[in-house]
């Protein structure tokens, strides 16, 4: 009975590392595809993390995160109201982004405004907060915004290129063109094979009457992936415009 006993014992602790090796190693990819902006594989190895240990709130702030970017309200929405600490700066920069993706501006507004002086790297959710302030009609302070944004050093090529886009719409909408194409060509100075930065500046060619250049910058996107279907679109209507 005695040796009956040890071998259980044994078959728990070995079953208990074998658990925690791969509760460490799912935790460890899942951040990872987080970190990488990947949706489907965060959720598909930190969301069973999150339903059997609730109450780790990094694990349930990157669930409603990977939530958010695939439009999965309900799911973000029952995380985030279960956070155990809810007022911590990730937490509130998560909740901003449930409320601007409702549509809840202000209420984004508010809770960004809480969360950017108390975040180590605020700067995305600066830009996030600069949205808002456009969406609300507010484009001089959104402008504000971004080029603090820019005039930082910590922030990825990615945000800088973002940040040049926002720019580069709300210049567009002050009927600017010309400085609109400036800021674009900026960003694709930063990422040429950006396919966001050259489909906007074929659309602004397009409002400025330059439709060969807006054609030749769709070719480009054709030329970076020759199945983008909006690209195709946009060629296929200007293909009797000169």
């Known amino acids: 009975m005695k040796f009956i006993s040890s071998i259980l014992l044994l078959l728990l602790v070995l079953i208990s590392w074998s658990w925690g090796d791969n509760f460490n190693n799912s935790r460890r990819q899942g951040f990872q595809h987080y970190a990488a902006w990947n949706a489907d594989s965060t959720l598909f190895y930190l969301l069973p993390l999150y339903r059997a240990h609730p109450e780790e709130?990094?694990?349930?702030?990157?669930?409603?995160?990977?939530?958010?970017?695939?439009?999965?309200?309900?799911?973000?929405?029952?995380?985030?109201?279960?956070?155990?600490?809810?007022?911590?700066?990730?937490?509130?920069?998560?909740?901003?982004?449930?409320?601007?993706?409702?549509?809840?501006?202000?209420?984004?507004?508010?809770?960004?405004?809480?969360?950017?002086?108390?975040?180590?790297?605020?700067?995305?959710t600066m830009e996030r907060r600069a949205q808002v302030l456009a969406w609300l009609g507010r484009v001089p302070e959104a402008k504000a915004q971004v080029q603090k944004v820019l005039g930082a050093k910590e922030p990825s090529k990615g945000l800088r290129v973002r940040c040049l886009l926002d720019l580069a719409l709300w210049t567009a909408w002050d009927k600017d063109l010309s400085g609109s194409i400036k800021l674009l060509e900026q960003a694709l100075a930063l990422d040429g094979k950006s396919i966001e930065a050259l489909l906007q500046l074929g659309q602004v060619y397009e409002w400025q009457g330059d439709f060969p250049q807006a054609k030749k910058t769709y070719g480009r996107v054709l030329n970076l992936n020759d199945r983008h279907a909006e690209a195709r679109l946009r060629l296929d209507k200007l293909q009797w415009v000169k």
């Open 57 to 124: 709130d990094s694990v349930a702030i990157a669930v409603a995160e990977a939530s958010l970017w695939k439009k999965d309200f309900r799911t973000a929405t029952q995380v985030i109201s279960n956070l155990r600490h809810s007022e911590r700066p990730e937490a509130l920069r998560v909740k901003g982004l449930l409320f601007e993706q409702a549509g809840r501006l202000n209420e984004a507004l508010q809770v960004y405004d809480k969360a950017i002086p108390r975040l180590s790297q605020p700067w995305g």
